[in-house]
């Protein structure tokens, strides 16, 4: 006898993905909280574990959202190797391992917070030759993905 009602899709474009809108305030909400620990809040290992693990998800599924907007640009343009700038930069990081402590959740949080910034970018680009200002990050995230100044 058979009682899963789920169904495996086989989706390896990531088409249905694609056309699955991001849960983006629950998120946006969690790393602005994440953002504001001053060292002083303590959570149990495995708490600082879930968050990181959260973050981790969710900023792989904006990279694929970035991913799928850079793509749709021209080769060359401005936005387009930002893009692959910034998804470089989240690859590594995401490979790395995660540490149950603030700052692993904190730089996951930026992570997220970067991804969402060039997601936003590359919405808003109403054209692929007009490339964006670039801005800086404040407090907890600086620089690119949240690595400090950057010269």
């Given at each position: 006898m058979h009682t899963s009602s789920h169904t495996v899709l086989y989706d390896p474009t990531g088409l249905i993905e694609a056309?699955?809108?991001?849960?983006?305030?629950?998120?946006?909400?969690l790393v602005e909280a994440v953002l504001a620990w001053t060292g002083e809040d303590t959570l149990a290992v495995r708490d600082?574990?879930?968050?990181?693990?959260?973050?981790?998800?969710h900023a792989r599924a904006v990279a694929s959202d970035v991913r799928r907007r850079a793509d749709q640009l021209p080769e060359n343009s401005g936005p387009r190797v930002l893009a692959d700038v910034v998804l470089r930069e989240a690859e590594g990081r995401l490979s790395a391992t995660?540490?149950?402590?603030?700052?692993?959740?904190?730089?996951?949080?930026?992570?997220v917070r970067a991804l969402?910034?060039?997601l936003g970018r590359l919405e808003?680009?109403?054209?692929p030759e007009?490339?964006?200002?670039?801005g800086g990050w404040t407090g907890v995230c600086r620089g690119a993905l949240g690595r400090g100044p950057q010269v």
């Open positions: 056309d699955l809108p991001l849960d983006r305030e629950p998120y946006e909400s600082y574990e879930q968050i990181a693990l959260q973050l981790t998800g995660i540490e149950g402590t603030v700052q692993c959740v904190q730089n996951r949080a930026c992570l969402y910034e060039r808003a680009e109403p054209a007009r490339v964006a200002p670039e």
